[in-house]
């Protein structure tokens, strides 16, 4: 089975786990990139102007990626990786999922976290594909990578 780990981060912290987990899987890893990064004034949660929340309070928001020639076709599993906001994925991950094709392909979701689970994220991102979507892990630590690739591989 051929994986491609595909993640969004805004501060870094999803992304250092996605290349750990992508150099013990030996897989291709892929960023999805904002077309606008987020500053740190667009993520204070504690703002109810701020870009993040206004995005995260709209489930039809859809923050545009930069689109790349991503070829899907090779792959037959995404480990699909994102910071919690707000119980969920942020919908910059639906963005993702409608632009490229994901038929046929199952998508692992995994995320990093302040503390909580995977939260609803599989029911909001599933209104974006026909994929098969399914929980993996909350990967905070390590030890929760090494766990995560004992269970997948
Ligand atoms: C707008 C916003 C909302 C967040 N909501 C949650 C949340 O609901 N639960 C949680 O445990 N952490 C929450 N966090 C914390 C992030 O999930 C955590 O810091 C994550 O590791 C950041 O990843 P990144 O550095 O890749 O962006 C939130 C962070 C932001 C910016």
């Given at each position: 089975m051929k994986t491609l780990v595909a993640y969004f981060s805004a501060t870094g912290t999803t992304a250092r786990a996605a290349k750990t987990l992508a150099s013990k899987l030996g897989c291709d890893v892929y960023e999805i990139k904002p077309a606008v990064p987020y500053?740190?004034?667009d993520l204070n949660w504690m703002d109810k102007q701020s870009r993040s929340t206004l995005e995260m309070k709209d489930k039809t928001s859809r923050?545009?990626?930069?689109?790349?020639?991503?070829?899907?076709s090779?792959?037959?599993?995404?480990?699909l990786g994102y910071p919690v906001w707000w119980y969920?994925?942020?919908?910059?991950?639906?963005?993702?999922?409608?632009?490229?094709?994901f038929s046929g392909k199952e998508i692992v979701l995994w995320a990093t976290s302040g503390g909580s689970?995977?939260?609803?994220?599989?029911?909001?991102?599933?209104?974006?594909?026909?994929a098969s979507v399914v929980d993996g892990m909350i990967l905070n630590s390590?030890?929760?990578?090494d766990t995560f690739v004992?269970?997948?591989?």
């Amino acid at each position: 089975m051929k994986t491609l780990v595909a993640y969004f981060s805004a501060t870094g912290t999803t992304a250092r786990a996605a290349k750990t987990l992508a150099s013990k899987l030996g897989c291709d890893v892929y960023e999805i990139k904002p077309a606008v990064p987020y500053t740190d004034a667009d993520l204070n949660w504690m703002d109810k102007q701020s870009r993040s929340t206004l995005e995260m309070k709209d489930k039809t928001s859809r923050p545009a990626i930069i689109k790349d020639e991503l070829d899907l076709s090779a792959y037959d599993r995404i480990l699909l990786g994102y910071p919690v906001w707000w119980y969920t994925a942020p919908t910059i991950i639906n963005t993702f999922l409608e632009t490229y094709d994901f038929s046929g392909k199952e998508i692992v979701l995994w995320a990093t976290s302040g503390g909580s689970g995977l939260g609803r994220a599989k029911i909001d991102l599933k209104a974006s594909t026909d994929a098969s979507v399914v929980d993996g892990m909350i990967l905070n630590s390590d030890r929760q990578i090494d766990t995560f690739v004992q269970e997948i591989k």
